[in-house]
Structure formats: structure tokens, C-alpha cells
């Protein structure tokens, strides 16, 4: 079945650290790619997003690239700030038809200032 | 634009009680899902509506678990009797369905603790 790995945190960063949280998939054809962000005390918010092999989801200086040869999307930011800490979910959307978004157990992520 | 609203944020209940969720959807949004969230797990499908019918029920314990959506607007989703492991955060999510859309908007979720 379609299965989502990412990185146990939780992850601690000084502000204006690299971040990079690792995520790899399994499933058939060629599913969508997510990250979801929770903030403390808040509902799950979709993050970025790509849709193919090669694709190159972004927002808020997050970056993810839909990575088919090693079955991975993991999500990078250059600089983050305190504001990014939140609970970062990876997920997939298999193709063919409708398929129910699979996610992964979440990567939670403190940034001290 | 109204996001997806939840009700209750919070529900505290005895075991054995029965307890019922709310969900509102984002207007024009045709698919409705119900997901569960164990603490440090990532969300999993309980149930999705495609209007007034559900058509992925195959994670919902039948045995406890009932939801509707009537109207194809407003779900409910319901536990009856609860039971200690029932402890989890309960999100609700619409999407709109069409050719390259891919995208569920969630609301914030009821935490239900049962003692």
C-alpha cells in the first residue's frame, strides 16, 4: 500500500539555520506530493505541493522537489525563524482516480531564537 | 472566505458516554472527509463524502463510529460508546474536486479526551 516515511523529531534550530526534513514515499504510478504545516492550537495548512517527477513546490522560503528516482520529497528552508516552529506533516495523494491523502507521522520542529 | 469550521474544540467524556462532532465545509465544496489524529501521529481517513454519499467508509469502526452528511452540506460524525483509545483529534477537511485538484483544506480539529 502507499506509505509515507519522514524524519522523527523533534528537530531543534537556532533562528537562521538550514532546515531540511527528509521524506520518502511508496506508491504506485505517480502520486501528488504534499507538506502540511500545524501551528500550535491550529488545524493542518497545506504548505506547498507538487504534482510530477521534477516539480518544485515553494512558499513562505519553503522549498520541496518532487524527487521520482529516489522516491522522496524532502522540505528545505535556508533561514528559518522562530515563527516556523510547527509540526510539519509529508503526505501523498496516489494517482488514478480519486486516492485518499496518506500522511506521514509528522516532523515537529523548534526554532530558539 | 469561511474556512472549515469544527465544533466542539474540545470535548472531555467518560467512557461508555456517546459524543458527536460538527463539521461545516467550505462553501461549494463537495467532498467532506472525517480524519483522526492519535498524539504524534500524522492524520489518518475515517470516512469521505462525495456530496451526500459516503464513499470511503473502510477505516470507520462501524461497530462505534457513525457519520452523515445531510444535504450534502454540514457531517456529523459520532462515537457511541466511546472508549478510552477513542482519545485523539478529530479533523474535518473539504475539497473541491475537479481535474488537477488536489488540495483538502482542514479545520482545527476537536480534541477529544476520554476518562
Known amino acids: 500500500g502507499n506509505s509515507v516515511t519522514q524524519m522523527e523529531g523533534p528537530v531543534t534550530l537556532s533562528e537562521e539555520a538550514f532546515l531540511t526534513i527528509n521524506c520518502t514515499y511508496t506508491?504506485?504510478?505517480?502520486?501528488?506530493l504534499f507538506w502540511y504545516v500545524q501551528y500550535p492550537g491550529e488545524g493542518l495548512q497545506l504548505l506547498l505541493k507538487?504534482?510530477?517527477?521534477?516539480d518544485k513546490g515553494s512558499n513562505k522560503g519553503f522549498e520541496a522537489t518532487y524527487r521520482k528516482e529516489t522516491t522522496s520529497f524532502h522540505l528545505e528552508k535556508g533561514s528559518v525563524q522562530v515563527s516556523d516552529s510547527a509540526v510539519y506533516f509529508c503526505a501523498l495523494r496516489a494517482s488514478g482516480g480519486y486516492q485518499k491523502v496518506t500522511f506521514g507521522t509528522g516532523t515537529k520542529l523548534q526554532v530558539i531564537p | 472566505e469561511a474556512g472549515v469550521v469544527q465544533s466542539p474544540r474540545y470535548k472531555i467524556i467518560e467512557k461508555k458516554q456517546p459524543v458527536a462532532f460538527w463539521c461545516n465545509p467550505i462553501s461549494g465544496h463537495n467532498t467532506l472527509y472525517w480524519y483522526r489524529q492519535n498524539l504524534g501521529q500524522g492524520p489518518e481517513l475515517l470516512i469521505r463524502?462525495?456530496?451526500?454519499?459516503?464513499?470511503?467508509d473502510s477505516q470507520l469502526p462501524k461497530d462505534r463510529f457513525s457519520a452523515e452528511r445531510l444535504k450534502g452540506v454540514d457531517s456529523t460524525l459520532k462515537i457511541q460508546p466511546a472508549e478510552l483509545g477513542d482519545s485523539a483529534v478529530y479533523l474535518c477537511a473539504s475539497s473541491l474536486m475537479r481535474q488537477g485538484n488536489t488540495e483538502a483544506f482542514f479545520g482545527q480539529g476537536t480534541r477529544l479526551t476520554v476518562v
Open positions: 507538487a504534482t510530477k517527477a521534477d
Open positions: 463524502y462525495e456530496n451526500e454519499e459516503a464513499v470511503d
Open positions: 506508491a504506485t504510478g505517480y502520486p501528488s
